[in-house]
Nanobody
């Protein structure tokens, strides 16, 4: 059974930091590209950051470059999103995403991140 379980969300003040984790199981984690997406209320889901298998490439959306860092630990089947200098515009539900470069795509259930004073 495939599972992507996100954790680490919560309420943080502007300028603060959070570290999201996504624990994967049920598939060969090292063979998948892993990404984080987010969806704010009333908006479409958007790509935030992605890391290819074997750390062969990393991408970020422009709005988070220099503030967010994606990383993966293939031994622990986990992908992380370190978020610094958080802004109210970063408030959203954050989703973990896995793609096998083919037709298989998996999503986590999402974790809420709220940036507010």
């Amino acid at each position: 059974q495939v599972q992507l379980v996100e954790s680490g969300g919560g309420l943080v003040q502007p300028g603060g930091s959070l570290r999201l984790s996504c624990a994967a199981s049920g598939f060969v984690f090292s063979g998948y590209a892993m990404s984080w997406y987010r969806q704010a209320p009333g908006k479409e889901r958007e790509f935030v950051a992605g890391i290819r298998r074997a750390d062969t490439g990393i991408e970020y959306r422009d709005a988070v470059k220099g503030r967010f860092t994606i990383d993966r630990d293939n031994a622990q089947n986990t992908v992380y999103l370190e978020m610094n200098l958080l802004k109210p515009d970063d408030t959203a539900v954050y989703y973990c995403h896995a793609w096998n470069y083919g037709q298989l795509v998996y999503w986590g259930q999402g974790v809420q991140v709220t940036v507010s004073s």
